[in-house]
C-alpha cells in the first residue's frame, strides 16, 4: 500500500513561482513512476510531469520549460518546481505512484493563478 500527501498549493500572480511537494509512505522503495496530474474546473485530469526511478522526467507540451519534476531517492519527497506561472496553470494538482499496477492518488493540492 502506498499513502500520498501533497502540500505547497496556494495562490500566487501570474509570472510568479510555486513549490509543490507530495510525500510517499508505506512501498516506497517500489515506487518506479510517480508524477503530476491536475484538473481545473470542468476538464478532464490532464498528465502535467512523471518521472522515472533512475531519473527520467517526461512534461506535458503545456509546462516544459516551466516546470521541474524531481525525486532525489526512495525516501524523499517529489517535487514539482513550477515558474513563470499563467491563469491556465489554475487547477486542483494531484500527485500519483504506480504500485503493483496500480495507481495510488493524494488528495490534491489548489493551485490558483490570478492576479
Known amino acids: 500500500q502506498v499513502q500520498l500527501v501533497e502540500s505547497g498549493g496556494g495562490l500566487v500572480q501570474p509570472g510568479g513561482s510555486l513549490r509543490l511537494s507530495c510525500a510517499a509512505s508505506?512501498?516506497?522503495?517500489?515506487?518506479?513512476?510517480m508524477g503530476w496530474y491536475r484538473q481545473a474546473p470542468g476538464k478532464d485530469r490532464d498528465l502535467v510531469a512523471r518521472?522515472?526511478?533512475?531519473?527520467?522526467?517526461s512534461y506535458a507540451d503545456s509546462v516544459k520549460g516551466r516546470f521541474t519534476i524531481s525525486r532525489d531517492n526512495a525516501k524523499t519527497p517529489m517535487y514539482l518546481q513550477m515558474n513563470s506561472l499563467k491563469p491556465e496553470d489554475t487547477a486542483v494538482y494531484y500527485c500519483?505512484?504506480?504500485?503493483?499496477?496500480?495507481?495510488?492518488w493524494g488528495q490534491g493540492t489548489q493551485v490558483t493563478v490570478s492576479s
Open positions: 518521472i522515472i526511478s533512475g531519473g527520467t522526467t
Open positions: 500519483y505512484a504506480i504500485y503493483s499496477g496500480r495507481y495510488y
Open positions: 508505506g512501498s516506497i522503495f517500489s515506487l518506479n513512476v
